[in-house]
């Protein structure tokens, strides 16, 4: 089982970027296909990228793509979200957890505490 601790969010202007980094203990780690997740106040969870196990394909939600680039690096057990050209929509509290690539969906319940972005104008 994978256990994320998000972290490098903050607040910054629109048009700024911020890398955000997971570390996810357990051994089998480089097994699992990993997503990174936002959540804003009073709106669902959404799956905003996600990355096979192998780093080969990739998934972006449309309102990100050309802007964020998912990443991750197996024998360090992180996984990395580089988001470039951000603006308020993208205020949130960001999570990594495992996925089911196909389905787009965590594999656990179990959520970090993640990290939160804060975009202003």
């Known amino acids: 089982q994978v256990q994320p601790v998000e972290s490098g969010g903050g607040v910054v202007q629109a048009g700024d970027s911020l890398r955000l980094s997971c570390a996810a203990s357990g051994q089998s780690f480089s097994n699992y296909a990993m997503g990174w997740f936002r959540q804003a106040p009073g709106s669902v969870r959404d799956l905003v990228a996600a990355?096979?196990?192998?780093?080969?394909?990739?998934y972006y939600l449309n309102a990100v793509k050309g802007r964020f680039t998912i990443s991750r690096d197996n024998v360090k057990n992180m996984v990395f979200l580089q988001m470039n050209s951000l603006n308020p929509e993208d205020t949130a509290s960001y999570y990594c957890?495992?996925?089911?690539?196909?389905?787009?969906?965590?594999?656990?319940?179990?959520w970090g505490q993640g990290t939160r972005v804060t975009v202003s104008t």
């Open positions: 957890n495992a996925i089911d690539y196909g389905a787009g969906t965590a594999l656990s319940g179990s």
């Open positions: 990355i096979s196990w192998h780093g080969v394909n990739t």
